[in-house]
C-alpha cells in the first residue's frame, strides 16, 4: 500500500513539473514572437527613413563633388602661382647677388669679426651684472649671415661700440654687489671688486668667471700671502699692492689643481712615510744630543775656570780621578785619566752613528722609491699605451716625489749630525787637553 502511495505522489510531482515547464516554454514563445514583431517594425521605418533621404543625398553627392571640382581649378591656380613665385624668388636672389657684389665679402669679413668680438664680450669680466651686454653684436652677427637680411648702420655701429666699452672697462677698478657661488654651491650677495678684465675679488677671496656668466669661487684659494691682499686692496685708498691673475683665471686654476703638502707625501706612499719616519726619529736623536752637548759644554767651561772639582760634568769627573790618584807614577795616571775620557765619550758621541746611517740610508730609500714608481709607470705604458699623458706623468711624479723626501731628510740630518760631532769632539778635545796638562804637570813634580 506505501508503496503505492509512493508511486502516485511521484506521477502527481512529474505531471505538475511538466505543466510548469510548458508554461514557461508558452512564454518565452510569445517573448520572441514579439520581439520579432517588433524589429519587424523597426526594419520597416528605417527603410521609410533611407527612401524618404535618397532624394538628400543624391543632391548633397553632386553639391560636393562640384565643390572638389572647384577646389581643384584652385589648387592648379595655386601651384601655377608657387611655381611662378620661386622663379621670381631665384631670379630676385640673383639680382641680389649682382647687386651686392664685393659687399657680400665685406660682410662676411663683417661677420667673422663681429663673432670674434662676440666671443671676447662673452668672457670679459665687463661683462659681469650686464648679461645683455651682447645683445647688439648677437643680432650683427645673425644678420651678416643671413642672405635674406641686412644690417642697419645703427647695428652695425655696435660692434665698435661695445669694443670700445671692453677697452674702457679694461682700466677700470669698480666694487658693485653681485651674486656669487661658494663652494658649496651656495648662492649670496657680496661686495665684488673687478680689476679691469683681470680679476675678481672679495670678502678676502678670489673669484673666476664661468662660461654661463655666473661668479664663482675659486675651489682652493692660493698661498696665503697672494690672498691677503684682497682686504687690504678692498679697503685701503690709494696706491695698495694686489694679486690679479693676467690670464683671466688660468693661472689661479693652475693654483687648484696644484697639490698640496699632504697630497704630495700620499704620492711617495709607504717608502715616502718610512723614509720620513726616520727623518724624524734622526732630528729628534740630533736635537736631543745637540741639548745635551751644549749643557755639558757649558758645565765643563764652567768647571775650567773652578778650582775645585765638581763631578756633574766630563771634566770634573776626570779631574776628581786625578785628585784621588796624586801619589802614582805618570805611566799610571796617564792611564787613569784615559780610562775616565773612555768612560765619558761614549755618553758625549751618543746616537752620532744612527744619525749618520739615517743620512746615508734616506737618499737609498728615495731611490727605491723612485724605482718603484717608475716601474708602475711602466706598466701603465705596457696596459694603456703612451696616449694619456697624464698617466705616465702621475707615476713620474710619484717616482720623484720620494726621491724629494729622501733628499729632505738626507741634508739636515747630514748638516745636523756636522754639528752635533763637532760640538762633541770639541768637549772631548778639552778633556783631552785637561788630560794633557795635568800629566805634564805631575811629571815635573815628579822629576823637580
Known sequence: MKKL??????????????????????????????????ETQEHKQREQEFQARKDQQQSLLAQERREQARLERVSAELETTRRANEEEITRQLEVQRNRLGQLQELFGVLQQAAGDARSVISSSHVSIGDPNRGEGINVLVAKSSSDSELPSIDEIRAWPTVMIEEMIG????????????????????????????????????????????????????PASRFVETVNAFQNGSGLTSVAIDPTRGQLLNLEVEKPTIQERLDQGGPIGYL????????????????????????????????????????????????????????ETLELKLDEAILKETPALERFLTLIKLISAVAPLFG?????????????????????????????ISAAL????????????????HSFVAGMSKSVIHILEEQSAGIIAVHAEKENG
Request: proline share 2%.
Open 5 to 38: 502511495l509512493t508511486v502516485a505522489a511521484l506521477v502527481v510531482g512529474a505531471s505538475t513539473f511538466a505543466s510548469a515547464q510548458q508554461a514557461d516554454l508558452d512564454t518565452l514563445l510569445n517573448k520572441v514572437r514579439q520581439g520579432n514583431v517588433t
Open 170 to 221: 679694461s682700466g677700470e677698478v669698480k666694487t658693485f654687489q653681485q651674486e656669487v657661488r661658494s663652494t658649496d654651491g651656495n648662492s649670496h650677495t657680496i661686495n665684488l671688486t673687478r680689476i679691469g678684465d683681470f680679476a675678481v675679488m672679495g670678502e678676502g677671496k678670489f673669484y673666476v668667471l664661468k662660461n654661463d656668466g655666473a661668479v664663482e669661487e675659486v675651489a682652493r684659494q
Open 275 to 330: 723614509t720620513l719616519a726616520l727623518g724624524a726619529i734622526g732630528v729628534l736623536m740630533a736635537v736631543v744630543q745637540f741639548a745635551y752637548l751644549a749643557a755639558v759644554k757649558g758645565k765643563v767651561k764652567k768647571q775650567i775656570r773652578s778650582e775645585q772639582a765638581n763631578t756633574n760634568n766630563p771634566l770634573g769627573r776626570v779631574l776628581a780621578v786625578y785628585e784621588n790618584n796624586r801619589n802614582v807614577d805618570v
Open 367 to 395: 731611490l727605491l722609491g723612485t724605482v718603484t714608481g717608475m716601474i708602475e709607470t711602466f706598466q701603465a705604458i705596457t696596459l694603456f699605451g703612451t696616449g694619456d699623458p697624464t698617466m705616465m706623468a702621475g707615476g
Open 401 to 416: 716625489m720620494t726621491t724629494v723626501e729622501g733628499l729632505v731628510v738626507a741634508i739636515p740630518t747630514l748638516l745636523l
